[in-house]
């Protein structure tokens, strides 16, 4: 074992020895299957707080339960990120001085291919610097083969029931990627912009404009190019009587009804609504309920059509914006321009404005395939935890619409439809298939379908297709349905339940029994991280640390050249928050920290402080560790046993017995954060602040060997239960006691994770030394009171005590004297004066300390007045800068209440010293 704890000398070697001796595969020898399918990150992406947060998770669930010898399964693998892997590599190619479209559409696949193999596995590098332990022998990609033919084939499947087909309907169109986006790939982005308010006349019955208008507001003019209605609420005494007749739509003077619909608010805006069904999606609905033309006005790229009057032809979707109102002027039907906040959606990856556009897709009949989902939850198949996120599933299941899934990209599974020169649609799992199905000779020209797959709709395969389906295998059989799904509340709609329909569709069973939602990975102050605010934490960085002018490096890039303001405030802050970078803290450090943070579906707030406390936590296992080992050098191993165990020892193998039913129980429940607590309290509170103390005297007699089998036994099973939490140190650690003992296994991530044992339950061990605590802590709090020196002997007297207080006293005054420090404990009778002392009570015995000779009642009261003053000064101080206006409105929040907390913390230490000196004037 390493003389000082640092994990840079840990981490690497024992993630190795794990990984080289298969540690992280199944046992096939266990009864019970336990199942956890990673959410396949990206292939392109690199670990962020929400991976590592998530992860952490995960592996502690799994750790826990390999533990208990279950068969278990972490299925790792990575999802192809059709948009973000073809944007990178596309933009590698730019760099060389070709493009996608130069190399054409084979090449360029192969050149994704190669930057896949080359650069596609630096986040499961950093997964394993996680500690993370799943069966990497496993390992999937959604393209790879097997999972390729799962696609093609649940496609094929659905197309020949009637469960997918190609249609023309409203999507998120990205004009810059020229696809078809998911909304989970759109951002909405509040930006300052104008509303636009027109006149559109009303026509006459030979429709002929007449001089009474109806107003319109809009945020996208150009769009009135598109406008077959305008839309009234059929309850509006202002407009009502005008529904089924037409407005002349001004530029294109093409007569548009006027109808009645409930979207058209009267409370809000002119409560008129132009219509544009092909370019707004709550427009479309309108269209679909009275049978509205679908105008489609703009081309792939943004620009305007041919549908448009000649003069808007061709022009950008912003040359064609000012266009119309400029001539909407002219025509003096421009009623007034007001500034307007509006959110705009952007493509996540592009940074584009979205444009909703009408075209020909794939889709699923997703109604369908959502009711026995919908089931799966209703019956308790399924269960959310917490459980209110159901709520979130029922909410989307039940008014979802068919999903599409066909995107205009290179990069993915490309559609398993083939066209003839008729446009007749043949789909199969190839085109050899697809010939011999439908007996076409090679005479007959077939081209295949250019779109490729949404890439949620591989991985809403994701836990039967890694298992090897279709073909029946035994992993399949073994772990299929899997016990629980961990992921974010994003993306209950887009995976989840996505999975629970294909899962039910095609293995006749729910894919996962439970689905764990966590909260978002916040920083300290709350905010949402990104790299547009400048707050982002790698978890790597955390892990070994970074300079500030590499943190300041990483978290400006990009910003240099066109936001220098930004780049300013993100480096005060940054500098304001990590003066000197960050200091490597470890991964179990910040294992423990997530642990700690995850409570059930809350969102955390990252704070350095808790990384920082159980830093020091890592340091304080080893330290007792080695402790222990100092005082168990020589010990001959032998079963444990209370048989001669002194009350000291039966009291912490009792109060281990709690924190292991604790630690299960909350396990159990998904409380990693109450789980986590109940170690630490029970390792660092009870274990080394207490039985180690109380272990020194008991080590000099002559039990010296059962004391030693104690501290060892007592070690190995809270490392057993730390060790899903914090792998390596615990590992470290447990080498050296599994030596001592003469335990088997090699490793203790194998090793049996600890059961309660009821009859190790002691409730008068637990009686006993819970006086003494409290006895010693009322003997230390006078000490510090007083300011009497922690090595100065002490005499005690004690009244007003009972039977079970002097039984106490005589059972274990040895111990007393030594934990508390004590030269003579004596008992004072009902008849006789208390002395002039210090007092603690313990129940309702008195603990006193008679202070003559102890302490210079003068001198210490000069002492106490000298800190007042000082703490005074601090509380006036701080006062002055909290009642300034300036600081306040101009101070970084985190700043202000830090001084509200020092604030606080002397007006309570002020309080402290008034009291003490209170109690020094009336000895």
């Avoid at 669930?61 to 999802?79: A, S």
Wanted: charged residues 25%; hydrophobic residues 35%; negative net charge.
């Amino acid at each position: 074992m390493i003389e000082k704890y640092d994990p840079t000398q840990i981490e690497t070697k024992w993630y190795e020895t794990w990984e080289k001796n298969g540690y992280f595969k199944p046992n096939t020898a266990g009864e019970e299957s336990y199942c956890i399918m990673i959410p396949p990150p990206n292939v392109t992406g690199t670990l962020h707080m929400g991976h590592a947060f998530q992860d952490t998770i995960m592996d502690t669930l799994i750790r826990y339960h390999r533990m208990q010898g279950k068969n278990t399964l972490w299925q790792p693998g990575t999802d192809h990120a059709g948009i973000a892997t073809q944007m990178v590599v596309e933009r590698q190619l730019n760099a060389q001085g070709t493009s996608r479209v130069e190399l054409g559409r084979e090449a360029f696949v192969d050149k994704v291919w190669e930057w896949k193999e080359q650069s596609g596995n630096t986040i499961t590098q950093q997964l394993r610097r996680m500690g993370a332990s799943p069966d990497w022998s496993r390992q999937r990609f959604t393209m790879d083969e097997g999972l390729s033919d799962a696609v093609l084939k649940v496609f094929v499947d659905l197309h020949e029931e009637g469960l997918i087909y190609r249609g023309q309907r409203l999507v998120n169109w990205d004009p810059t990627l020229n696809t078809a986006l998911s909304d989970l790939e759109v951002e909405s982005v509040e930006e300052k912009g104008f509303m636009w308010h027109f006149n559109y006349p009303v026509a006459d019955t030979n429709g002929q404009a007449t001089d009474q208008f109806l107003t319109i507001a809009t945020t996208r003019p150009e769009t009135l190019l598109g406008d077959t209605a305008v839309a009234v609420n059929p309850e509006d005494d202002r407009f009502k009587h005008l529904i089924g007749q037409n407005v002349l739509l001004p530029i294109c003077n093409r007569l548009i009804p006027i109808v009645g619909d409930e979207h058209a608010d009267p409370e809000k805006g002119t409560g008129c609504v132009k219509i544009t069904p092909a370019h707004d999606f709550n427009d479309y609905e309108v269209g679909k309920r009275h049978d509205l033309p679908m105008l489609n006005v703009l081309n792939k790229d943004a620009t305007i059509n041919k549908n448009a009057p000649e003069a808007f032809q061709g022009l950008p979707r912003y040359e064609a914006r000012s266009a119309v109102v400029a001539k909407m002027e002219q025509l003096g039907l421009l009623v007034e321009i007001k500034p307007h906040v509006l959110m705009v959606p952007r493509g996540d990856r592009s940074g584009d404005v979205i444009e909703p556009l009408l075209t020909n897709q794939w889709y699923v009949d997703a109604k369908t395939l959502a009711k026995p989902a919908i089931e799966a939850v209703d019956n308790g198949g399924i269960k959310f935890v917490p459980d209110n996120w159901k709520n979130t599933y029922y909410a989307w299941m039940n008014d979802i619409q068919d999903w599409c899934i066909s995107r205009q990209l290179w990069w993915g599974h490309r559609i398993p439809a083939w066209y003839d020169q008729q446009d007749n649609i043949y789909v199969g799992m190839s085109e050899q298939a697809v010939r011999e199905k439908h007996n076409l000779g090679d005479d007959i020209k077939l081209t295949q379908d250019n779109d490729v797959l949404d890439t949620w709709f591989s991985s809403a395969l994701w836990p039967f297709a890694t298992l090897d389906w279709p073909e029946n295998s035994k992993e399949l059989q073994t772990y299929y349905p899997t016990n629980v799904l961990v992921t974010g509340f994003d993306i209950i709609f887009f995976w989840v339940a996505r999975m629970i329909m294909m899962g039910i569709k095609f293995m006749d069973n729910i894919p996962f029994k439970e689905v764990y939602i966590h909260g978002l990975v916040r920083d300290s102050h709350g905010q949402k991280m990104s790299k547009s605010k400048g707050n982002v934490l790698d978890p790597i960085d955390l892990i070994d640390g970074i300079s500030l002018d590499e943190l300041l490096k990483k978290r400006t890039q990009g910003l240099m050249q066109d936001q220098p303001e930004k780049v300013t405030k993100i480096e005060k802050a940054t500098r304001d928050e990590f003066p000197e970078g960050i200091k490597p803290y470890g991964c179990d450090a910040m294992r423990f920290t997530f642990a700690s943070l995850a409570s059930t579906g809350r969102d955390i707030n990252f704070d350095m402080g808790r990384v920082e406390g159980y830093r020091n936590f890592c340091n304080k296992i080893f330290n007792a560790s080695r402790f222990v080992f100092m005082n168990t050098e020589g010990y001959a191993a032998r079963p444990f046993s209370l048989e001669h165990a002194s009350t000291v020892e039966k009291w912490i193998v009792s109060r281990l017995q709690t924190c292991i039913s604790d630690y299960r129980k909350h396990m159990d429940r998904y409380r990693l954060d109450l789980a986590s607590q109940s170690i630490y309290d029970f390792f660092w509170n009870e274990y080394c602040d207490w039985f180690l103390e109380l272990s020194k005297p008991l080590l000099k007699t002559e039990h010296q060997a059962q004391v030693q089998g104690t501290l060892l036994y007592v070690l190995d099973q809270a490392l057993r239960l730390l060790h899903p939490i914090m792998p390596y140190v615990t590992e470290e650690i447990w080498q050296e006691v599994r030596s001592r003992l003469n335990r088997t296994p090699e490793s203790i991530m194998i090793s049996e994770f600890p059961t309660a044992d009821d009859t190790s339950q002691n409730a008068q061990a637990e009686a006993a030394i819970s006086w003494i605590k409290d006895f010693t802590l009322g003997v230390r709090q006078i000490r510090g009171e007083m300011n009497i020196p922690p090595s100065k002997a002490l005499n005690v007297v004690l009244a007003q005590t009972n039977d079970a207080d002097r039984n106490y006293l005589e059972n274990h005054n040895t111990l007393l004297r030594t934990m508390a420090r004590l030269d003579d404990v004596s008992l004072l009778s009902d008849n006789d004066d208390e002395p002039a002392a210090a007092t603690a009570l313990l129940g309702q015995m008195k603990i006193l300390i008679p202070l003559a000779g102890l302490i210079d009642k003068d001198e210490e009261s000069k002492r106490i007045n000298k800190q007042i003053d000082k703490i005074n000064q601090e509380i006036k101080r701080a006062s002055g800068k909290l009642n300034n206006e300036k600081f306040i409105n101009k101070a970084p929040a985190h700043l202000v209440e830090a001084e509200k907390d020092k604030l606080k913390q002397n007006q309570g230490a002020l309080s402290e010293l008034e009291e003490q000196l209170e109690k020094l004037k009336s000895l």
